[in-house]
């Protein structure tokens, strides 16, 4: 199980790549799927979920929840995903 702490170092690390490279920007998923969210919260409306399809998933923008977990939002209009078990490909 992954901790909050985990989490958040997960989320920092990546908040620094992209911060490096700007958006929009590529990521890819190294989870099977993500649940996508129409905002950037899980208080959000789900809508469904982005399948791990070994392709990246570009993400045109960027928020922190009222957890501090920073989501990003995906350019083919799926919705919001956290950045929790992604990474920033160049």
Do not use: A
Request: hydrophobic share 30%; with cysteine; aromatic share 8%.
């Amino acid at each position: 199980m992954v901790t909050n702490m985990e989490k958040q170092t997960s989320n920092n690390e990546i908040w620094e790549e992209i911060e490096q490279h700007g958006v929009p920007c590529k990521i890819e998923l190294l989870c099977d799927y993500k649940k996508s969210y129409t905002g950037p919260g899980k208080e959000y409306v789900p809508l469904g979920s982005v399948e791990n399809k070994k392709v990246h998933v570009y993400v045109e923008e960027l928020k922190r929840d009222k957890d501090n977990v920073l989501w990003g939002r995906l350019r083919s209009g799926e919705g919001w995903i956290d950045l929790i078990d992604v990474e920033f490909c160049n």
